[in-house]
């Protein structure tokens, strides 16, 4: 269900711009990703009140081959799906991607946990299964916060990490025109980074110079970040 969301949501901040949009649709990732982070909380609180009651009324577990042949599966499909998420992380940098592949995560260690926790309770220590569950719990938690964090800073327009904000600084000042720099803006926008800055140029240029300038160090900016949308405003030095 919340991958669903997710494919609904990644379709819906590809669209383009329209008279109502003008910025596009991308904070509909972070919207959809607080959505996942709930309800991946709201499985955890789930999976706490069950392994209470079962903490409270042990009960034998059953066909327990078969949950060794399920959570096996699931593992292998899990490991399958993360490694093509990774991919896709590193060539769109999706907030929503990122935050479905923690919840697989997260999903993968479940899975590990619950496969320790059938292997044990079989041995003999049953009370270790409810146990698991709590702790897994804790650590879905934990993932839903760091999901539901993520996407908060997205939607107040928290400035892009300081390594990012760096390199577009050492990318303008390497155009050997450009005097400085300053009023750097930056926020991410879904997969979309919005960078905006003012280049100091010396004042004697044309207006086609001091634009051609521009438009090489937007190429430079564009080159290291391929998703971007760049603003840049020209001043006198």
């Not at 839903?144 to 327009?157: C, K």
């Amino acid at each position: 269900a919340a991958s669903l969301i997710n494919l609904v949501a990644v379709r819906v901040s590809l669209q383009p711009p329209d008279e109502e949009h003008r910025f596009g649709h991308g904070k509909v990732e972070p919207l959809a990703a607080l959505a996942q982070a709930a309800f991946i909380a709201g499985s955890a609180a789930f999976l706490v009140l069950n392994a209470v009651d079962r903490l409270l009324h042990p009960r034998p577990m059953e066909d327990v081959l078969v949950a060794y042949l399920v959570m096996g599966f699931a593992v292998v499909a899990t490991v399958v799906l993360l490694l093509i998420q990774r991919h896709v992380i590193r060539l769109t940098r999706s907030t929503i991607v990122r935050a479905d592949s923690l919840h697989y995560t997260t999903d993968l260690l479940t899975n590990l946990g619950t496969i320790a926790a059938l292997a044990l309770a079989h041995l003999g220590w049953p009370a270790l299964d409810p146990l698991f569950g709590i702790l897994v719990a804790i650590y879905i938690c934990f993932g839903a916060w760091h999901i539901g964090r993520d996407a908060f800073h997205q939607l107040i327009d928290r400035e892009l990490p300081d390594e990012v904000r760096e390199r577009v600084k050492q990318l303008a000042r390497a155009e050997p025109l450009v005097r400085g720099l300053h009023d750097l803006r930056t926020r991410q926008s879904g997969a979309t980074e919005i960078i905006q800055l003012h280049l100091e140029l010396d004042s004697g240029l044309s207006l086609g110079e001091a634009h051609a300038i521009t438009d090489r160090v937007e190429h430079a900016i564009r080159q290291a970040y391929p998703l971007a949308d760049v603003i840049i405003h020209q001043d006198p030095a």
